[in-house]
C-alpha cells in the first residue's frame, strides 16, 4: 500500500478522504500532515506517487509548497490533486500553473470528484511515478483510454499524458501547454460535436444567450443513448515524437471545409479548435467521416539533467572504478543520488544488479 500525503487542516475533509480510499484497500494510505514545513520534509524524502493539497486553507502556506515542488524536479514525479473552494477557483488554477497537477476538484464535489479520480490514477499509475519506465521510452510505448463524455475526467486524463512527457524530458513548459491545449479541444470536439452532435450553429445560439457550453453537454446527455457513447483516445510515444487519435461515436462532420477556411476570420465565440491545434501541433489529419483524428508532437531533442532539490547544495563525490561505497551489513543512513555512471551490486563476489542515474537509494536499503 502507497502513502498518500494529505495536507490540511480540514478535518471534515479529511475525513471524507480517508472513507474513499478506504473504498481501495491496498492501493493508497492517507497520511495527514497539518503544516508546511512537515510536508515539504515528507514530500522531499518519500517521494510520493500522489498527494493532495487543501488549495483553500490558508493556515498551511499551500503557494510555499507548491513553489517549492516547482523548485525539485524530482518532486515533479509524483501527482497533485488539488482541493478548493468554488470561490478560490482561479486563484487554485493560477497556483497550480506550470505544476504536476492531476485534478483540481472543488470541495462541494469532493466525495464523487474524488472517487473518480483515485480510479483514474490506479489504473494508470505508470503516468505518475515512471523512474523505471524512463528506460522503456527509449522503445516505443503505445496504449489508450476509453472515457466518458465528461470534461473534468478528460482534464485528468490530458494532465497525465502531457505531465509525463515533460517529467520524461520530452517537453518543455511551452511545448506541453500546446499539447494540453490541442487535446482538450480535440477531445471536447469529439464529446461536443461528436457524440453529443451539437451543431456550430446550435452552439453559437447558445452561447449567445448567455449560457455556458458545458450545461448543453449535459442537457444531452440526459439521452441515455448518448450518455452510453464513448471517445477512445490512444497514444504512442517513441524517441522522437508522440502520436495521438482521438475517435468519437458520432456521425462525423465536414472536416475539409474547416481545413479550407484558412486565413478566414471567425469573430464568433467558438470554432477556433481545429486552426489553433493545427498551430500547435504537426500533421492533423482526419478519417474520411470525421470522426476520428490523429495528430503528433515532435520531442525535444536534449533532456536536461535534472537533481534532486535534496541534494542541490551539496558537494560531489567522486569515486574511481572499483571502489565500495557501502558494504553488506554495514551500518548507514546516507541518501545517494548517482549523478552519473554505473554502480554494482555484489553478493558472494557476484554481481546480482546494478543502478544508475534514474535510481536513488539509502545504503542498508542496498542489500534488501
Known sequence: ?????????????????????????????????????????????????????????????????????????WLHYGGIIGVHLRKDAK?????????NIISLIPRAEMIWGFHRILKIVIQHRHFLFHRDLQKDL????????????????????????????????YLNH?????LHVALFEMLMNAVEHGNC??????????????KDA??????????????????TFKYRIGGEKSSFSIRDEGPGFDWRSAFSDGDKVNLDMHGHGIKITRYYIQNLRYNDIGNEVSFEMPHLTDKPDMVPGLFV???????????VVVSEGEESNFLYYIASGTLSVLSGGRQISSLSPEDIFLGEMLFS
Open 1 to 73: 500500500m502507497r502513502k498518500m500525503p494529505v495536507i490540511g487542516t480540514d478535518l471534515e475533509l479529511n475525513g471524507v478522504i480517508k472513507r474513499i480510499t478506504a473504498k481501495f484497500p491496498d492501493q493508497f494510505e492517507p497520511v495527514f500532515i497539518d503544516n508546511a514545513d512537515d510536508a515539504l520534509e515528507y514530500l522531499k524524502y518519500e517521494l510520493p506517487e500522489i498527494s493532495l493539497i487543501n488549495l483553500s486553507d490558508f493556515s498551511i502556506d499551500a503557494p510555499k509548497i507548491i513553489e517549492s515542488i516547482k523548485s525539485d524536479p
Open 91 to 99: 486563484k487554485a488554477e493560477e497556483l497550480m500553473k506550470n505544476s
Open 138 to 169: 527509449l522503445r516505443t510505448i503505445s496504449g489508450g483510454f476509453i472515457m466518458d463524455n465528461d470534461p473534468f475526467v478528460i482534464r485528468a486524463y490530458i494532465n497525465l499524458i502531457t505531465n509525463y512527457l515533460f517529467n520524461a524530458g
Open 174 to 178: 511551452d511545448s506541453r501547454d500546446r
Open 197 to 210: 452532435n451539437i451543431s456550430y450553429e446550435e452552439k453559437n445560439r447558445w452561447l449567445n444567450a448567455g
Open 214 to 231: 458545458l450545461d448543453l453537454i449535459r442537457e444531452r446527455l440526459k439521452d441515455p443513448a448518448v450518455a452510453r457513447r464513448k471517445v
Open 313 to 323: 547544495n551539496r558537494d560531489d563525490i567522486v569515486f574511481e572504478d572499483g571502489d
